[in-house]
């Protein structure tokens, strides 16, 4: 009877606790080209606070898990990007919702690196130089040194 009673609670409190949750799963695309988005940021918000975020993969997809069910906003973020928010994303219980969203490119090129350079301090006593002599392998050395080169060039 012990047994049957707490398999009994057991599966209550199972069924009860599982009937509250959903998901959300979906593509992030460009609006253009229709080419996935990667490795964008994702955000669940409910009445402002941040509940769940995660990031798109290689192929622009998502997945929220284990959300309880309800209103949110979905807010999509990425460099070059126009931000985006979805509003009145409901999450239902025991099912996944499937969204594909498009987002437009805002004018920025993904592939441009910007490197800033400070030059804080040309001279250093030689002293100093030598720390950093000690502390540095030669291949380190001369890749800065080629970096520092093509900056000021």
Known sequence: MKY???LFFLFITLIT???HYG???GYLMENYTQEPIQYASLYLQRNGSLVAQVRTDVNGGFLFINIEAGSYDLIVSKLGF???KITDVTIVPNKILRLTATVE???FD???IVFTYNEFQK???S???QQIKKQCTKRQLRAAKRLERKITH
């Open 4 to 6: 049957f009673t707490c």
């Open 17 to 19: 606790s599982a009937q």
């Open 23 to 25: 998901g959300l799963r």
């Open 82 to 84: 126009s931000p985006l």
């Open 105 to 107: 490119a805002h004018g």
């Open 110 to 112: 993904q592939d441009t």
């Open 123 to 125: 001279t250093t006593t």
């Open 127 to 129: 002293q100093t130089q």
